[in-house]
């Protein structure tokens, strides 16, 4: 598989043992409708995900979860064998039920289930990263990640998982996990308008730790402020192009994994997430979230 020689925006990140591109890939929009079922075209899928890997990218999200066991078996059918460059990056805690709603799923027993699953369907040995997603689908809520967490930390020293992140968390339950076993990324909801973590990804900055966020556009309703769309209008770019470049230059911690079923809006994010916003351009954006 050729790699194209054109670098991606914001260059690399150490995740572990791995180096990898600040800007990735997530494939929960590959899924059919609300992240249930298949793509309504597989071979544009397959397509996406090769077309990701030859840009360069080296960072792929997914889960289980999503389809369920779609977009992880439209990754191993894509690009399995992968190359080694690769980091795939998964997620459990969380289930699917037929109303297409996300129960949660942190006993023991379910988490090595979920682990299992996602080897099957990813075709591997070992998981290159897996997320102890903690919360509901309102955003992180208090309570204890202790139990949850040693379960993977076992999986871990059992072979069967290489790096260990935690996603839709508080801060608690951070300084919990980490008083566990190192972590190397948080992946949480972040953007434009939604800034609650702003001081976290400081901190995390700090102390070498990659976050992750979900959602960089808005999720499923897009983001949309006057604010955004006067920059965007200056730059000649799409608002969605501005909110992406504004997160590449937000932190160098900060891996992008915007997620698209088609190759030319993912040729779209990578020219986005590269444009060079000015100081000005910066303030005017920053004023979104401060005013949430």
């Known amino acids: 598989m050729t790699t194209s020689s054109t670098p991606l925006p914001g260059g690399t990140w150490q995740l572990g043992d791995s180096t990898v591109t600040r800007f990735g890939y997530g494939a929960m929009q590959l899924a059919g409708p609300w992240v ?4 309504a075209d597989q071979d544009g899928a397959l397509a996406v995900l090769r077309e990701a890997v030859s840009m360069g990218i080296t960072h792929i999200d997914t889960s289980d979860a999503y ?6 078996e439209l990754i191993r059918k894509a690009l399995h064998p992968y190359p080694e460059s690769l980091l795939i990056a998964t997620k459990v805690g969380a289930t699917r039920d037929a109303q297409g709603g996300w129960p949660t799923a942190r006993r023991p027993e379910d988490l090595r ?8 369907s990813l075709g591997v040995e070992t998981l290159d990263l ?13 309570g204890s990640i202790t139990e949850a967490f040693e379960t993977l930390v076992d999986l871990q020293r059992e072979g069967l998982i290489r790096h260990l992140g935690v996603s839709n968390v508080t801060a608690e339950q951070i300084a919990e996990a980490r008083g566990i076993a190192p972590i190397m990324c948080v992946q949480n909801m972040y953007n434009l308008a939604h800034r609650h973590d ?12 990659a976050y992750v966020p979900f959602f960089p556009l808005g999720g499923f309703t897009p983001l949309q ?10 730059l000649q770019a799409t608002p969605m192009a501005v909110a992406l470049a ?6 160098p ?4 994994i915007p997620g698209t079923s088609s190759t030319a809006h993912l040729h779209e994010n990578i020219a986005g997430a590269g444009l060079s916003l000015s100081d000005e351009d910066v303030a005017e954006l920053d004023s979104i979230g401060h005013s949430a």
């Open 246 to 251: 504004w997160l590449m230059q937000r932190s």
């Open 253 to 256: 911690n900060i891996l992008l």
């Open 225 to 234: 402020s006057d604010a955004l769309s006067r920059v965007a209008s200056r």
């Open 113 to 120: 289930k979920q682990v299992h699953e996602n080897l099957e």
């Open 130 to 142: 897996v997320n102890m997603r903690m919360g509901d689908a309102q955003g992180p809520q208090p």
């Open 198 to 209: 702003d001081n976290l990804v400081d901190d995390l900055a700090a102390d070498g730790i």
């Open 36 to 39: 249930m079922g298949p793509p």
């Open 67 to 72: 389809g369920p066991r779609v977009t992880n």
